[in-house]
């Protein structure tokens, strides 16, 4: 099912869960890039700004009222907003850099902006309403989850598949108010300290005494193992012992 179908039965459906419907807005903001790359070989081929203030103020004030209600459960709304606009003039920049660098990956397709591009645009951003308003709660989930989901769909786009960091830069404006209100984490790798054996399990128990007394050099058959240079196998096994 394609995401905008999926966005208007996930908010038709009393039972879908909120994890279910960040999944959708997450796709759908992906999808807003995607369509950002031909809207910026359009502006590109045609000399026109990247920044269009007037078109902007016409979707934030589209918006306004009618995410109030929305704000009031879960802190997303005009922010969310503001970062998909100000995400599509990063991507439209950095692509413009990189044509203007390497002219020969231009597209060779092209679209019109105003007939074709900006008409799916506002059905993006109409999905994206729709589940904001049907959302009860953010889900708390990490953040590295909701930079898998954007970045796979990131990356099918041709022109974006190769351009790591553009992707990056502009997930990082897109997902901010998705990773404030979901409270997401860092990965767990960040922040966990990795103790050594003897933080975790306390002293190593005693080594018994040789028995012989010491000075008894015994015979290289019956060396036990810690005359070998092997202390850890030794409080391996008389950890075990204690168990």
Not at 17 to 42: E, K, P
Not at 74 to 79: P, Q, Y
Not at 177 to 193: D, G, I
């Amino acid at each position: 099912m394609p995401a905008c179908e999926s966005a208007q039965a996930s908010a038709a459906t009393e039972t879908v869960s909120d994890r279910v419907l960040l999944d959708t807005l997450v796709y759908v903001a992906a999808r807003r890039l995607v369509i950002g790359v031909d809207v910026a070989a359009a502006k590109f081929l045609s000399g026109q700004r990247i920044d269009d203030r007037t078109r902007e103020q016409e979707i934030l004030e589209s918006m306004a009222g009618k995410l109030r209600p929305a704000e009031r459960r879960h802190a997303l709304g005009m922010d969310f907003f503001r970062d998909q606009l100000e995400a599509n003039k990063v991507i439209q920049r950095g692509l413009h850099r990189y044509w203007d660098e390497h002219p020969e990956k231009f597209p060779g397709k092209h679209r019109h902006l105003a007939t074709e591009l900006r008409p799916q645009l506002d059905v993006v951003n109409s999905h994206m309403l729709l589940v904001l308003t049907h959302m009860e709660n953010m889900p708390p989930v990490r953040r590295s989850y909701i930079d898998g989901l954007f970045d796979r769909k990131l990356r099918s786009s041709t022109a974006l598949r190769q351009l790591g960091k553009l992707r990056r830069d502009a997930a990082d404006i897109a997902l901010r108010s998705l990773y404030r209100a979901s409270k997401a984490e860092e990965p767990l790798t960040a922040h966990v300290r990795i103790s050594s054996p003897l933080s975790v399990y306390g002293s190593p128990p005693a080594v018994p005494a040789d028995p012989h007394g010491p000075g008894y050099i015994p015979r290289p058959s019956t060396v036990p193992a810690y005359y070998l240079g092997r202390p850890a196998r030794v409080w391996i096994a008389a950890f075990r012992r204690t168990r």
